[in-house]
């Protein structure tokens, strides 16, 4: 070990399950290094890249060059990541302020390349899901139980990056949620690209009950959150144990991309509207209190104002309590890419806008039904100076802010993953606003 350790800066761009591979690189460091938050200190800056659609890569090449302006005499920038995985031949011409990229293949060797670069002989560890210098706030915690994907829909670029499915064991999993909840967490977010699938390469079976059941019976206050459900393999069963489970929240993110037949076809993307229609409205029946999240993609090649129009009945119909949407980006490598039909980025702006606008609507209305409701499951998560309150969540909003917030105007001093009762007196599209109510517990 260096009497003087490596102060590193790193940037990590895109996903939270990029945000893992983050987490670990830094575990991988933490004999060797110091971690600072001023990249013009640092003698290694790291960036960490997405490259799933145009704006991520944009963003990372402006963080890139952004970062380069920074680096002290001697001090090395190294790129890594699924721009890094992807681009790497071209980014080595076009990039030259970079160091070196490492792509996401060659972590196994993350070590050796940093040593070779820097010129040392720092003991730098394998990475590893449980040595990682987290992120997230000390409430929750991302978890990622696989990585890749069997999915091939036409607009997707990450099978071309991570490659076919690889899920974690069970018991390795189960390690890691334990010492999670042995640290204080209170919130479990399992992500992968496709959670459905989850153990499908392993145990040649879907396996995410059988790794469900496992965390649900573990000790401890806390609370599990799925992420990323493919709808075709999102089974009664599923359904049925997210219903009866101790811990698990009644959370159902389910990426559909659109609601028409012709355009889901075009995608690749297996089930249809009927079969959608019958799932959303079984969850519904089966769970009264379930959120349902998905995402959809405008302006797929072959998109016809009739198919955008019958996509926004589709979500009045439905009613989302959260929807994301994306404008499409053709990419590289994947079937949408040739596809005739291409349309003008104008008119995915449009339908993009349209489409959120209807959904505001609809948010604001279901905001509504909660005015006056009583919640005992609020957790805290920040505090906003302007407002003088708490921002919180609770098992319906996900994390990051992606569905918003619930503000809180308390009666005491909280800290960060307390948990306390509200009632809500006030909503917007997107936030609800409550009083704390105390009792004998809290």
Known sequence: ????????????????????DSEMILGALRNEAEITINASEADLIIVNTCAFIDAAKEEAINKILELSDYKKKGAKL?????????????????????????SIDEYNSFGKIINSLVDGNYNIKDFSFLDRIVLTP???????????????????????IRGNLVSRKIEDIVEEVKLAIAEGVYEINLISQDTTMYGKDLYKKLAIIDLLEKLDNLKGNYKIRLLYLYPDILTDELINFIKTSKHVMPYF????????????????????????????????KEIPNAILRTTFIVGFPGEDENDFNNLCDFISEIKFDRLGAFTY??????????????????IKQARYEKLMAIQEKISYELNKINLNKVFDDIFIIGYDEESFMYKARNYSYAPDEI???????????????????????????YSLTGEEILNEEN
């Open 78 to 102: 190294v790129v890594c990541g699924c721009l890094a995985k992807r681009y790497k031949e071209q980014l080595i011409t076009l990039l030259p302020e970079v160091d070196r990229f490492i």
């Open 329 to 346: 980006s053709p990419e590289e490598g994947t079937k949408g890419f040739n596809m005739e039909g291409q349309i003008d980025p104008n």
């Open 253 to 284: 993110d389910v990426p559909i991309q659109h609601s028409e037949n012709k355009v889901l076809k075009s995608m690749n993307r297996r089930g249809n509207k009927e079969f959608l229609i019958e799932l959303f409205n079984k969850i519904k």
């Open 403 to 429: 569905d918003g917030v619930i503000y809180i105007a308390a009666k005491k001093e909280h800290k960060l993953g307390d948990i306390v009762m509200a009632k809500i007196l006030d909503c917007d599209a």
């Open 138 to 160: 000390p409430y929750m915690r991302y978890i990622r139980i696989s990585d890749g994907c069997y999915n091939r829909c036409a607009f997707c670029a990450i099978p071309l």
């Open 1 to 20: 070990m260096y009497l003087n350790r490596m102060k590193i800066y790193l940037e990590s761009l895109g996903c939270a399950k990029n945000q893992v």
